[in-house]
């Protein structure tokens, strides 16, 4: 199955991701200056734990649906 974004997709999906930046970069600010560092180092292992979740889950059928 081919699928593509129409321009009104695009614009909601970039909506969002600006709306959960700024909510996170709101968050952020109650760090205190040794903290920051951390949470900047912590990315590149939660990116690697994000892509092992992603390759655990089992490959979908392109006929099964979800209910």
């Known amino acids: 199955m081919l699928v593509h974004?129409?321009?009104l997709g695009v614009?909601?999906?970039e909506s969002r991701r600006n709306d959960r930046m700024a909510q996170l970069s709101k968050?952020?600010?109650g760090l205190n200056?040794?903290?920051?560092?951390?949470?900047a180092s912590?990315?590149?292992?939660?990116r690697h734990l994000a892509k092992l979740?992603?390759?655990?889950?089992?490959?979908k059928?392109?006929?099964?649906h979800s209910r």
């Open 5 to 7: 974004f129409t321009a």
């Open 11 to 13: 614009q909601v999906i």
């Open 27 to 29: 968050i952020m600010d």
């Open 33 to 39: 200056p040794e903290e920051k560092p951390s949470i």
């Open 42 to 46: 912590a990315i590149p292992a939660m």
């Open 53 to 59: 979740g992603n390759d655990s889950r089992p490959a």
């Open 61 to 64: 059928s392109p006929h099964s």
